[in-house]
Each structure stands twice: as structure tokens, then as C-alpha cells.
Nanobody, 125 residues
């Protein structure tokens, strides 16, 4: 398995931007689809977006499409979530997750093998 550590969370104003990073270690020679999920207080975890194992395709939740961008740098074993035009409803703990194999990201959390511990994002109105 791969170990994942998120960073970059914090406080932002509505309309602002934040960039989250996910650093992978361990079995990074394996191929992984990588995704971001989030969980707001009192709500279920939800899929934010993901990137395929080769970086060729991305997919996003409708609620963030056009505002959030996922990219990966396999040389640095990192995945980045760029969040622009933030809204207060983006307040949540954000998690990165890895899905082992030459696969595309999927929206079901149970399909992922490894998870980070999360980073808090708070967007003030």
C-alpha cells in the first residue's frame, strides 16, 4: 500500500483559492488512480474529483466542476487539488485516496485502497 499525507488546508474567504497537496510514499512504484473526497460536519463523505493513473483523464463532482482542478506529478509522488472561487459550502475535511491499478478514478470510496488523514478547509462568507 501507499501512504498518503495531505497538506495545504486552512482558512480562505469566499471567492478565494486554496491549493491542497497529497504526498505519497511507500509503494509509489505502483500505479494508482488518485482522488479527493471531502466530509463536512454532519454530512457523508463525498467525491470531489479524481485523476487517472496516467494523468490522461480527470473527473469532477458537478458542484466543483470548472472551479477545482486536479493534477499529478509522479516524479514527485504528489497530487494537487487547486480550488478556485471557493464557496462556504466547500468547508470540510479533505482527504486524498489512492486506487491501486491502471485505473480511472471512481466516486465510490470503498474502491480505494489507501487514504490520508485529511486536512481541514474552512471557507468564510
Amino acid at each position: 500500500q501507499v501512504q498518503l499525507v495531505e497538506s495545504g488546508g486552512g482558512l480562505a474567504q469566499a471567492g478565494g483559492s486554496l491549493r491542497l497537496s497529497c504526498a505519497a510514499s511507500g509503494r509509489t512504484s505502483s500505479t494508482y488512480a488518485m482522488s479527493w473526497f471531502r466530509q463536512a460536519p454532519g454530512k457523508e463523505r463525498e467525491f470531489v474529483g479524481g485523476i487517472s493513473w496516467n494523468g490522461y483523464s480527470t473527473t469532477y463532482a458537478d458542484s466543483v466542476k470548472g472551479r477545482f482542478t486536479i493534477s499529478r506529478d509522479d516524479a514527485k509522488n504528489t497530487v494537487t487539488l487547486q480550488m478556485d472561487r471557493l464557496k462556504p459550502e466547500a468547508t470540510a475535511v479533505y482527504y486524498c485516496a489512492a486506487r491501486s491499478g491502471r485505473l480511472s478514478p471512481v466516486r465510490l470510496g470503498r474502491e480505494y485502497d489507501s487514504w490520508g488523514q485529511g486536512t481541514q478547509v474552512t471557507v468564510s462568507s
